[in-house]
């Protein structure tokens, strides 16, 4: 693509016009003399630069998007039973708990109640 010394100019102000629009400059009469060019004629390109500016706010993202962005760019995470549980929403991380304490308490019941009945077993068998 070829652009004509007129249309990288209006480029150049435009990119001029921008940047003082981002550091809060109110003063824009020096740039369209360094230019040359007469205000109305950029004067529309001015408005939607600073709606853009004023629509689109920055935003800081979160640890969690920053690491999974990452992972996708750099490759395959390592995903182990702790990541998988910790990226669940909380419901699900409380709910997974308890099912996880359940379970450990039925497998402690029935072990405990296992050697309940050797110890009768083996006390039966003494008399």
């Known amino acids: 693509m070829t652009y004509s010394s007129s249309d990288l100019h209006l480029q150049n102000l435009l990119s001029a016009l921008t940047d003082a629009i981002l550091v809060d400059?109110?003063?824009?009469?020096?740039?369209y003399r360094q230019y040359n060019v007469p205000r109305?004629?950029?004067?529309?390109?001015?408005?939607?630069?600073?709606?853009?500016?004023?629509a689109l706010v920055g935003v800081q993202p979160s640890?969690?998007?920053v690491q999974r962005l990452r992972q996708d760019l750099i490759g395959q995470s390592q995903w182990?039973?702790?990541n998988r549980v910790?990226?669940?929403p909380p419901r699900v991380q409380i709910a997974a708990g308890?099912?996880?304490i359940a379970g450990f308490m039925l497998l402690?019941?029935?072990?405990l109640a296992a050697l309940a009945r050797e110890d009768r077993q083996l006390e039966a068998s003494t008399f």
């Open 25 to 31: 400059q109110t003063d824009l009469d020096h740039l």
């Open 40 to 54: 109305a004629e950029v004067e529309s390109f001015l408005q939607l630069i600073q709606r853009l500016h004023v």
């Open 108 to 111: 402690s019941r029935r072990r």
């Open 80 to 82: 182990n039973l702790v």
């Open 86 to 88: 910790r990226y669940l």
């Open 98 to 100: 308890i099912a996880l």
């Open 63 to 65: 640890r969690r998007f």
